[in-house]
């Protein structure tokens, strides 16, 4: 059974860096990826990284400023955030693809987390 448990969400002012965590067990083999959603607007795939760790894909609007990681040993996934902009406000969720290969686009995955929430003051 996949279980996924974000942390590490919190308030920051712009310009400045979170990092989030994703505690998984059980999704050894599978794509992980983050993913955001705000009030009133659709889920967005923001980050997504093969089961290996070798292949990452990113959604245009974090490209140079988030990097996804993830430490199979610790079974821990990562996103790393610099440069955040109010913009990125949001609930953030970590998710599991039960392939190998991977998507950002959210129908694709099938375990979720419960979220942690990512504020970002101007």
């Known amino acids: 059974q996949v279980q996924l448990v974000e942390s590490g969400g919190g308030s920051v002012q712009a310009g400045g860096s979170l990092r989030l965590s994703c505690a998984a067990s059980?999704?050894?083999?599978?794509?992980m990826g983050w993913f955001r959603q705000a009030p009133g607007k659709e889920r967005e795939g923001v980050a997504a990284?093969?089961?290996?760790?070798?292949?990452?894909y990113y959604t245009d609007s974090v490209k140079g400023r988030f990097t996804i990681s993830r430490d199979n040993a610790k079974k821990t996934l990562y996103l790393e955030m610099n440069n955040l902009k109010p913009e990125d406000t949001s609930m953030y969720y970590c998710a599991a693809r039960a392939r190998t290969y991977c998507s950002l686009s959210h129908a694709d995955y099938n375990y979720w987390g419960q979220g942690t929430q990512v504020t970002v003051s101007s």
């Open positions: 059980g999704a050894s083999g599978y794509c």
């Open positions: 990284i093969s089961a290996a760790g070798t292949f990452t």
